[in-house]
């Protein structure tokens, strides 16, 4: 290689035409072997001398880029690289790459062709294709997982719930045994409730009877007051009574109602406005109990009546399951 | 257990009818009808105090003699709150808060 290089100088002094491309390559690194690769493509054909020189032209701009951008060591095995399939394919597309070398990019014969372009196009095609179908068979697993029943002691229960012992609107005393065999939903509350205790105490008595129509399931609601001080016996059930037959209304000493609202974590609060005439800010909140008198879901304000008949019987149904 | 009886037996007489059914339909139905008059004289200037702040103009006094009456004072106090919300709310979406309240 070096003394290619000897002999291309000396060479280059002398003649006139590589004088012009001399000028051109001094600016950079050592002057590029032309004469090796008129030497190699001679080799091969001698037809192809008439297109290896122009296109010889194009192809040692292209080196000078190379030459730009990388060490002398390796433009050397650029060139004897590219020289070899250039000059195979040189044959069919000359023409073309005529006009390609003048804008000094070797096409023909190189890494890039519209076969290897289509090949790409292909591939790529493919691996979206794939990725999408793979999304698509996540997204569905995913669906259908959350849809899918859940098998209650697997998943976990929320510790709501417990023993209480409270007095019926019947006077009579009751604890969460006398619930048990039957679905409940309790709604806490209290009497002296401007609006949405009537309210949500009327939608719990709709949903009963919808529940029972639908599907025949027996629903005990039960109403338990948060404000037993004044909530007493006979309020309660003069209270209970205007809702629905069915609807147990308890209430209980102060101490209790605390422990049962503890234990079913509502919150309630009397905000102290004056002596008798007070209102108790609480939350507002249907449970649903199993016949166990376990925790199965709760419902709050935002639903209506035909989502709250819905929930529950889709509850008992996937329960008994 | 003796608790629990002596709490059955005490304040057996009131029953608090108030609450009641009959008595809450007609609150509710007083308490539409002076919400309605606010709203419909609600270019008038409010002069007359309600509670919590609540202003009504004058046209609208008797509703309110009307509504105070079947209704609990807490129960009035508690409407009276909700409106002035409600009302800020469609306030504000109304204004996009320009309106400095």
């Not at chain 2, 079947?70 to 919300?85: E, N, P």
């Given at each position: 290689m070096a003394t290619a290089i000897v002999r291309s100088a000396k060479n280059l002094r002398n003649l006139h035409q590589r004088f012009y491309f001399h000028t051109l390559l001094t600016k950079c690194r050592p002057p590029i072997p032309s004469p090796t690769i008129a030497d190699n493509i001679q080799h091969r054909a001698l037809p192809l001398i008439q297109q290896a020189i122009p296109f010889g032209i194009g192809f040692q701009s292209f080196a000078a880029d190379q030459r730009f951008s990388s060490t002398s060591t390796t433009t050397g095995t650029v060139q004897s690289g590219h020289s070899k399939p250039n000059s195979e394919g040189g044959d069919k597309s000359g023409d073309s790459n005529q006009s390609k070398s003048d804008t000094g990019k070797p096409i023909r014969g190189g890494p890039i062709s519209w076969l290897s372009f289509l090949l790409l196009a292909l591939t790529g095609a493919g691996i979206i294709w794939y990725y999408d179908k793979e999304k698509e068979q996540h997204i569905e697993e995913i669906n259908s997982a959350s849809q899918a029943v859940k098998q209650g002691p697997s998943v976990g229960k929320a510790a709501i719930g417990g023993p209480f012992k409270l007095i019926n609107h019947d006077g009579k005393n009751v604890t969460e045994k006398d619930f048990l065999g039957k679905w409940t939903v309790i709604y806490f509350g209290f009497t002296h409730c401007p609006d949405i205790c009537p309210d949500e105490l009327q939608k719990l008595a709709a949903a009963v009877d919808k529940i029972k129509e639908n599907s025949g399931i027996d629903i005990v609601p039960a109403f338990i007051s948060v404000d037993p001080e004044r909530d007493t016996v006979e309020q309660v059930r003069e209270y209970v009574k205007e809702f629905h037959p069915k609807l147990i209304g308890l209430t209980g000493s102060p101490d209790e109602i605390r422990n049962v609202a503890r234990a079913y974590r509502v919150y309630y609060m009397k905000t102290a406005e004056e002596d008798s005439d007070y209102l108790v800010d609480h939350s507002i909140v249907m449970y649903l109990m199993s016949p166990k008198m376990e925790f199965v879901k709760f419902f709050g304000k935002n639903n209506d009546v035909n989502s709250l008949a819905d929930g529950i019987i889709k509850e008992i149904k996937q329960y008994k399951r | 257990m003796a608790a629990l009886e002596a709490y059955a037996s005490r304040n057996a007489d009131e029953v608090h009818t108030d609450v009641l059914l009959k008595a809450r339909q007609a609150c509710y139905k007083s308490r539409d009808a002076f919400y309605d008059c606010l709203e419909k004289e609600s270019n008038k200037k409010p002069t007359e105090i309600a509670s919590v702040g609540?202003?009504?103009?004058?046209?609208?006094?008797?509703?309110?003699?009307?509504?105070?009456?079947?209704?609990?004072?807490?129960?009035?106090?508690?409407?009276?709150?909700?409106?002035?919300?409600?009302?800020?709310?469609?306030?504000?979406?109304?204004?996009?808060?320009?309106?400095?309240?």
């Open positions: - | 609540l202003l009504y103009p004058a046209e609208c006094k008797a509703l309110r003699a009307q509504f105070v009456n079947h209704c609990r004072a807490s129960w009035v106090k508690h409407f009276d709150r909700l409106y002035c919300k409600n009302k800020r709310v469609t306030r504000l979406l109304d204004d996009g808060g320009e309106t400095r309240r």
